[in-house]
């Protein structure tokens, strides 16, 4: 596990904040908690693989870096309230979500259920950000998908969704390039 001290002077804006990361077991989903977590967040990792989950914990311990694993599955709008509940009561509210799995505008059908539950925390709250990653495709597609894709009211003003379409290849430095754009 190894950040570049820039990018962790760059993402200061995230000590104390609370970070979700989906897809949190993936080469990308682990880069992008290890980034958080060195920035100050409380990171909350969320996968489908509980074992795996386990394992990156065990890891995270070892290098002195807070994550909590939270066993998550995306296709169950019950399973992602109930994750989402469990971090609200042990954290103050999610202020980032990340998706850790870069979607072309085809596959955006598999996250509309956490977006919805995700968007309606961030209204009542009155804000948070999701940061989506892209592939194969341009930022407009992906926005114009979500936007086809989701009611009006399920993201507000309050509530930011950008999305990202890495250049980069390396988990890593994809995960570095996507923290600095938490601000």
């Known amino acids: 596990m190894s950040s570049n001290p820039e990018v962790l002077a760059q993402a200061e804006h995230l000590k104390g904040k609370v970070v979700a990361v989906t897809c949190a077991t993936s080469p990308l989903g682990e880069a992008l908690c290890e980034h958080a977590a060195k920035a100050g967040a409380s990171v909350f990792a969320l996968d489908s693989d509980p074992t795996a989950l386990a394992q990156q914990s065990i890891s995270f311990r070892q290098n002195k870096l807070r994550l909590r694993p939270m066993p998550c599955d995306f296709t169950s709008q019950e399973s992602i309230l109930n994750a989402v509940q469990e971090i609200v009561s042990h954290a103050p509210p999610i202020d ?88």
């Open 96 to 183: 980032f979500w990340i998706h850790a799995e870069a979607l072309a505008p085809a596959d955006l059908h598999r996250l509309l259920p956490a977006m919805h539950v995700f968007g309606l925390h961030f209204d009542m709250r009155g804000k948070g950000k999701f940061l989506l990653l892209g592939a194969n495709a341009k930022p407009d597609d992906l926005e114009k998908a979500i936007s086809d894709a989701l009611p009006i009211e399920t993201f507000t003003e309050k509530a930011e969704i950008e999305v990202f379409i890495p250049t980069e290849t390396s988990p890593s430095l994809i995960a570095s390039a996507a923290i600095t754009r938490l601000a």
